[in-house]
């Protein structure tokens, strides 16, 4: 069985194809749950051209740098470090971003929240103001200004390097002029009044954490996954400042952890919010809408 130990430092490829196979059959001997497509995406990166460009010319051959390239970052993703993690970027929303390890890497669900976003205004007037609670990345703040072209968005992190990361999204995406980014503990240092919250808050359990994906479990910061003894913690936090934080017609939307829709339900009517909810594409119901009862 192939493992770890038997990753060469200086492989040699006869051709594309062999690279791949050599590169598949060493994610899948660790239990990678993607390795054709992992492997694909790790080449095409150190090949300087797109994983399409990469398919359609598989009889190429790779020279000896790139084959050690290529081996070194194999042998990252065997160690279960995430592809995302390991080139340093991910897409959200069509939107190119930078990861790190001081964020979480953006996933396709949350793009749930933009949808529910973008609906919540279909109709009525686009919000002007927006707020981004652990922003993380910047994925959820950025994604939203793309949508509303004529708003403003503050993002939030309590990690001063994700806050800077999100700001530096901003730049490259030619966002910065309407986004601004601050590092701090929720919406204690806010002020004002929003027509958009967003949050993609942590919310796995503490005692759950050790059975989470390595990849998760192992590279991702822990603050921004662990939502206390029953996954809640943070919810409890936000929901407390969206009374003051909503205009009166103002719309919150939260992610939610797969079981959590009742509970955070249940918190949000205590707060004076009315809540709905909108399922991902796996059937999760995965984003959670607030109204201010002021509407």
Known sequence: ???????????????????????????????????????????????????????????????GPQAARFAALIARRVAREPVALILGRREFWSLDLAVSAETLVPRPESETLIEAAVAAFAGRAAPGRLLDLGTGTGCLLLAALTEFPNAFGVGVDCA????????????????????????????????????????????????????????????????????GPDGLAAYRAILAELPRLLQPDGTAVLELGQGQAAPVSALAAAAGLGAVTRADLAGTRRALILQSSGR
């Open 1 to 63: 069985m192939i493992g770890p130990g038997a990753i060469s430092a200086s492989p040699t490829f006869a051709t594309r194809r062999a690279a791949l196979v050599w590169g598949a059959e060493h994610l899948a001997a660790v239990g990678v749950e993607s390795p054709r497509l992992d492997a694909r995406l790790l080449l095409a990166a150190v090949l300087e051209t797109a994983p399409a460009a990469l398919l359609a010319n598989l009889a190429a051959r790779v020279d």
């Open 160 to 227: 001063p390097a994700a806050a800077a990361l999100a700001r530096d999204n901003a730049v490259r995406l030619e966002l910065a002029g309407r986004a601004a980014f601050l590092a701090g503990d929720w919406a204690n240092a806010i002020a004002g009044r929003f027509d958009l919250v967003l949050a993609n808050p942590p919310y796995i359990p503490t005692g759950d954490l050790p059975g989470l994906m390595p990849e998760v479990v192992g590279h991702e910061p822990r603050r921004a996954l662990d939502g």
